[in-house]
């Protein structure tokens, strides 16, 4: 089985500096490197990108943290991803959590989470050169400015609405964080973070995202489409959605959505705390998006976009 999956995108931008984005998400370090880790960190030193952007889902739990070892492989993984280029982050939905001795049961639903105020990634990633965790925060160096948006915990999951995201929670962290979003700066590319793309083409949640130029979100897991399939699978369904529908059309497929969207696919397709379905992960390539802004007119004025398998 081919092992690390590539989409690559070129855009001609004659009013922006050439660079290269590396683009990866919903990593879901659970305590321990993984082969698609090492993969995805041995592709960075390949395509030497200028910029890392990483939209979510860092770790699985706050547990995976928990011990000094799993900090110190953690803080090195990152740190060799540093050494290559800037590294912007913003929190997903599994980044706040850890998971609880006693769950409880709510309806159909049984709960083995709970939230806290500050994930210890931040934390953790606080002293490691040149790797930013973008807490609702901005990022900006001469060629990018970058800005990552954190959701709280409850616009992904609620009690009373469990795996349901809220649209109005959504629009009313957008307007608090108004100011980070308009009157950007012209000769840099602009680059918005958010973990999930539930909402991310919606009318009234772009018109907050106008001047941006690229928008990475992950989340869907490419709607668990297996490796065989995907080179055939079309439209925007996936098997099994973030919010565990069967089938659903979410974005869940890995893409480029109205010129600026970029869907990631995941790095850990099935994170290890999902006992013997952890196994499946085994048959999922890593998945990286390459962003290239290019001012080569040969590339024409629309995004080209070609995906392959780079490694067995």
Same mark, same amino acid.
């Given at each position: ?11 001609? @931008? ?46 699985? #739990? ?18 060799? +991803?540093?050494?290559?280029?800037? *590294? ?32 210890? +990634? ?7 050169? #040149? ?43 957008? @307007? ?23 909402? +991310? ?23 668990? *489409? ?13 098997? *099994? ?9 979410? #974005? ?8 600026? +969207? ?25 998945? *990286? ?17 070609? @995906? ?5």
């Amino acid at each position: 089985m081919k092992s690390l999956y590539c989409s690559h995108y070129s855009f001609y @931008r004659s009013d922006l500096a050439p660079q290269k984005i590396l683009a990866i998400s919903d990593i879901h370090f659970a305590g321990e490197l993984t082969k698609n880790h090492r993969r995805v960190s041995d592709f960075a030193k390949q395509s030497k990108p200028n910029l890392i952007v990483v939209p979510g889902d860092i770790i699985d #739990n706050i547990g995976a943290l928990a011990s000094d070892a799993s900090k110190k492989e953690f803080k090195n993984w990152f740190a060799e +991803l540093g050494k290559i280029a800037p *590294v912007c982050i913003c929190l997903g939905n599994h980044d706040p959590y850890y998971e609880i001795d006693n769950p409880v049961r709510i309806g159909r639903r049984k709960y083995i989470y709970d939230t806290v105020e500050e994930s210890p +990634l931040i934390e953790c990633l606080a002293g490691v050169k #040149n790797v930013h965790v973008l807490d609702n925060g901005v990022f900006e160096n001469e060629q990018n400015y970058a800005f990552g948006l954190s959701m709280p915990p409850e616009y992904y999951d609620t009690p009373a609405h469990p795996y349901t995201e809220d649209k109005k929670i959504l629009i009313n962290e957008l @307007r608090k964080n108004a100011a980070r979003l308009k009157n950007l700066p012209k000769n840099k590319a602009k680059i918005f973070l958010m973990h999930s793309p539930t909402y +991310l083409a919606d009318s009234d949640v772009c018109k907050y995202l106008d001047e941006f130029d690229f928008v990475f979100a992950g989340h869907m897991h490419n709607g668990v *489409v297996p490796p065989i399939l995907q080179e055939i699978w079309r439209g925007h369904r996936g098997f *099994v959605t973030a919010t565990k529908k069967i089938f659903a059309n979410q #974005n869940t497929r890995l893409g480029l959505y109205g010129g600026k +969207l970029v869907v990631l696919g995941a790095v850990t397709t099935v994170t290890p705390k999902a006992k013997e379905y952890g196994l499946i992960d085994a048959i999922f390539p890593a998945n *990286v998006a390459l962003v290239e802004i290019s001012h080569k007119k040969s590339d024409g004025t629309k995004p080209s976009v070609k @995906r392959r398998y780079k490694k067995w």
